[in-house]
């Protein structure tokens, strides 16, 4: 970069919705000087009666400080908003944090790159009400000198995870934690369907599977060594023993109109696994069918 704007304790928020302001009073709360802006200026006023300063203009909210987070809704609301005020960037950092593909946030880096600016994109992990707590974590890639000079301001607002200089990394990630929790909370809702017929009360019924979602949570170490070893001959939960469960379980559900369409894919992997041999492995070498080459690989590990 050709120039360093020097670092104070001084952050700059752009976009005040929910998640915005929430990170802008974690600034507050944490001590720092906050500038914000929002291309509609009331939703700061609770922020400024806290003493954060209110910009007049993108620009001059950007020439605050060092340190620029964007909680706008998407990468074309920054792509936007930060176009036409791209020399006003350089020398800065800025933090991408609106909803963003992975390709979406590497255009989003090669356009300020073009300005002299430090670029990180963020994935948040977390509900405004969990900003600042030990619930919430964010996700982050792209400069590795942007992210260690700034990792604790980062980590005023939720823990901060790195995983490389690849500006989109951050957004792979999240849509792998997305589709993990996607997952289980879908298994949820057909769960209350399956027992809506027994009469089951849903608010009677969450704590239960809460529990059990705790003792999986707690298995996923286990899981991710044997995944990651491609070792599975000592697994406790076997292919045959969740095979048996979750044709059980789509039994149960035909029984009682409920569709098994959540569940049927699980069937037909475990089922592909114990026909290739493998029904005495660990449930984890279901792992080997969803790899990219998996279909090749019925009969191999």
Known sequence: MSETVPRTPHVTVVGLGRMGAAIAA?????????????????????LVARGAVRAAGLAEAVAAGPLVLAALVDSDSVRDAFGPVGEALRGRTLVNLANSSPDQARALAGLVAG??????????????????????????????????TYREELEVVASAHYFGTDPGAAEVHDLAVLGTGY???????????????SGTDPEAFAPLAAR??????????????????????????????????????????????VT????????????????????????????????????????GR
């Open 212 to 257: 059990w979602l705790r003792g999986m949570a707690a298995f996923l170490p286990e899981l991710a060594r044997e995944a990651g070893t491609r070792s599975y001959g000592d697994g406790v939960s076997t292919v045959d023993l969740n095979r048996a469960a979750v044709h059980s379980l789509l039994r149960l559900g035909a029984e009682r109109g």
């Open 183 to 197: 997952a289980a909370l879908t298994g949820f809702l057909h769960a209350l369907a399956l027992l809506e017929p």
């Open 26 to 46: 974690a600034f507050l709360d944490a001590g720092y000087a906050v500038t914000v802006w929002n291309r509609s200026p009331g939703k700061g006023d609770a």
């Open 115 to 148: 300005h002299g600016v430090d670029y990180l994109d963020g994935a948040m992990m977390a509900l405004p009400e969990t900003v600042a707590t030990d619930e919430a974590f964010f996700l982050y890639s792209g400069s590795g000198c942007a992210f260690t």
């Open 260 to 299: 098994g369409s959540v569940h049927e894919p699980l069937r037909e992997l475990l089922d592909r696994r114990a026909a290739a041999g493998h029904g005495g492995d660990s449930f984890s070498s279901v792992f080997e069918l969803l790899r990219a080459d998996g279909g090749r690989e019925d009969e």
